[in-house]
């Protein structure tokens, strides 16, 4: 992994690329992730620059998207997170969970805290899933599991 600091700009030009080469080539994240060797949510993030990958899995990423050296390097750089330009979202998929949080979020943090305690769920030790079910009323659901570490509150 590589930890110099870098330039931003470059690293959206590398996920703008990648994202090209992947419409290009027609292959899906799941492709991606398998020849990166990791879970499809975890690649994702990390190609559209949220994590870096590890050296063997950036350069199979690379390799599968016909990306140059410097997109390797760039792709095991560790990012200046956060993909959400401030305000409110305008994308309209981004925009419904944002609404999600904003109509849900109290229900969540009360939950979390009744059953928990003081304390937080990890962004950092996390999984993520998203699969498609069959809406027994017709149609498709979309099922999206959150899975963070519980990081209590220490008094000090």
Request: avoid cysteine; hydrophobic fraction near 40%.
């Amino acid at each position: 992994m590589v930890h110099a600091q870098f330039d931003s700009t470059a690293r959206e030009a590398v996920a703008a690329q990648a994202v090209e080469a992947k419409t290009r080539k027609n292959v899906s994240w799941q492709q991606i992730a398998d020849a990166a060797g990791l879970s499809v949510a975890f690649t994702t993030a990390a190609v559209l620059g949220q994590h870096p990958l590890p050296e063997r899995s950036a350069k199979a990423v690379a390799e599968l998207l016909g990306l140059d050296q410097d997109a390797v390097t760039l792709l095991q750089t560790i990012p200046t997170r956060g993909s959400i330009p401030g305000g409110i979202p305008t994308d309209p998929t981004i925009y419904r969970f944002y609404e999600m949080l904003q109509v849900y979020g109290t229900t969540l943090k009360a939950l979390v805290h009744e059953q928990f305690g003081d304390g937080i769920i990890s962004a950092i030790n996390f999984k993520l899933d998203v699969k498609k079910v069959a809406d027994p009323e017709g149609g498709e659901r979309a099922v999206i599991t959150l899975d963070g570490k519980y990081l209590p509150t220490k008094p000090f």
